[in-house]
């Protein structure tokens, strides 16, 4: 399997005007030449999901802020596009805005926090594939990978929280430690049952299997459970509604990100939804097929041969991917709307007396299942 | 051929250099007026009340032990789950065994409580809540 980097080193090794022995240089040179893309990806990323945010909470609880705010002769209402000059003016806002640090704040960890949660967000995007070796390094150890890089961002959110030397900041950092924590247990272990499935920790391998047989989400009932505890697990990790009490804007202000202003807070923004993107990325390659055709699976079962209106190949692929992994993010917005916010007991509650005894059984029946069956 | 992990560092030296440069452009074009008001925490306008680097209830380190041992089993499993049906039952005979020592230990936990997030629950007009529940008669109804 090459990956995107292998194929971008194999085409600039091969140009005349490039030195031979020149192999670190060229690849310093293709990893900032994806990186650049990541980190663009991100930006749009937070910009487009705050924009559709606003619009989903607009149409659906009626809300008139979001519906008015035209641009460049765009007249605001009720339509898809009014309030797009919102999107334009927040980011002018947020550029412009003055930074402040407060005097009593430990400066160097205040400084140091969003930095690391930005790097784990960014530094995830290295594994995660968006179509068939469209990925930047193609791990033989992917889910673990990402699992692993992903979770150091609560390290950061510690130490904004106690840097602050703001009692809110305190508040939300224990509590989106505790949360954190709590809720990558069963991430984990949801992820395992694929793993067991597969037998193979690359998100490559995941998806070809899915490809021979069918999408995990159907595979079995267990299966079928663990996508369910995967994706609210990933809500609650990346702390948003109804698991957003790190940031409960009624009652702690906004948590850990109380005392930051400017870009300094939209960095903690930016990864959030970076860290959005990730968790419906992942639940669309290991449970929904990843880049796989929807129809494909479809027409198979009639036996027709490999054609046309499967919509199948490189470039569909990315267009299948992202359309799961937006509906996925559409699905977290809704959620966001509709239900009110759990208390930290009740959090720790699902976490710790549901997700993880059910996604401990889930491992053992699905070994079971795999040894009857399999 | 190069290393699969070669991009990581790269990546987080990136990601601070990226950072570190939109924090540059908003020190050029945003203002920079310092008050003593302005640099002291944020307590809802009310004025700061101490300092917030106290002792802190950390309510959850039980929970961050328990988290320990359980992210050691997970991480333990997937080299397991990778091999289990090359295998067979044999694997999964030894990880039921381990599993259930493990299930047993959260069972254990959960009895003694540890997991709740509310240690004691006082009940209405109890402990230092007594004086609510006295009958206020100099309450108009």
């Known amino acids: ?374 | 051929m190069y290393n699969d992990f070669a991009p990581i560092p790269i990546f987080i030296i990136l990601s601070v250099v990226f950072i570190a440069f939109a924090l540059f452009l908003q020190h050029l074009i945003a203002p920079a007026k310092r008050s003593a008001l302005k640099d002291s925490p944020y307590e809802c306008g009310e004025e700061v009340e101490g300092s917030a680097w106290v002792q802190f209830n950390i309510r959850f380190y039980v929970i961050a032990l328990i988290f320990i041992v359980f992210e050691v089993e997970v991480v333990l499993l997937f080299p397991w789950a990778v091999v289990f049906k090359e295998l067979g039952l044999i694997a999964f005979v030894e990880m039921v065994v381990f599993l259930g020592i493990l299930t047993v230990g959260l069972v254990a936990v959960w009895r003694r409580g540890d997991l709740d997030w509310v240690k004691m629950v006082v009940p209405y007009g109890q402990g230092r809540y007594a004086k609510l529940a006295q009958p206020q008669d100099d309450v108009d109804h």
């Open chain 1, 1 to 374: 399997m090459t990956s995107f980097t292998d194929s971008l080193i194999e085409l600039l090794g091969g140009l005349a005007w490039v030195p031979e022995n020149a192999a670190g240089i060229i690849f310093v040179t293709v990893s900032v030449l994806v990186a650049l893309p990541v980190f663009l990806f991100m930006t749009l990323n937070a910009m487009v999901a705050v924009y559709m945010e606003r619009k989903v909470s607009a149409f659906m609880q009626d809300r008139l802020g979001p519906m008015e705010v035209g641009i460049f002769g765009f007249k605001g209402g009720k339509r898809f596009w009014g309030g797009i000059g919102q999107t334009v003016a927040d980011a002018v806002k947020l550029l412009g805005k003055e930074d402040t640090i407060p005097g009593e704040a430990d400066r160097a960890l205040f400084i140091i926090g969003p930095f690391i949660l930005f790097g784990a967000a960014f530094a995830t995007f290295i594994g995660i594939p968006i179509g068939y070796g469209l990925v930047i390094s193609d791990f033989n150890i992917g889910i673990f990978f990402v699992i692993a890089i992903s979770s150091i961002g609560v390290i950061g959110v510690i130490l904004a929280g106690w840097a602050s030397n703001n009692k809110w900041s305190l508040y939300g950092a224990m509590r989106s430690a505790a949360q954190m924590i709590s809720y990558e247990l069963p991430v984990g272990m949801s992820l395992l049952l694929v793993v067991m499935v597969v037998g193979s920790l690359q998100f490559h391998d995941i998806v070809m299997w899915q490809e021979q047989h069918r999408w995990f989400l159907f595979h079995s009932p267990f299966t079928a459970l663990a996508f369910l505890i995967f994706f609210a697990s990933g809500v609650a990790e990346v702390n948003r509604t109804p698991f957003d009490i790190p940031e409960a804007e009624s009652e702690l202000v906004a948590g850990y990100m109380t005392e930051y202003s400017g870009f300094r807070w939209s960095i903690f923004f930016l990864s959030e939804y970076a860290n959005m993107a990730i968790i419906a990325l992942m639940s669309a390659i290991i449970f929904l097929g990843g880049w796989l055709s929807p129809l494909g699976g479809l027409f198979r079962t009639f036996n027709l041969e490999q054609s046309w209106y499967f919509l199948e190949g490189p470039w569909w692929g990315v267009f299948w991917i992202s359309i799961k992994a937006i509906a996925l993010i559409f699905v977290m917005m809704w959620v966001r709307w509709t239900w009110p916010r759990l208390r930290p007991d009740q959090l720790m509650y699902v976490a710790w007396k549901v997700f993880i005894p059910f996604a401990l059984a889930n491992i053992f029946f699905v070994g079971i299942w795999e040894l009857l069956l399999g």
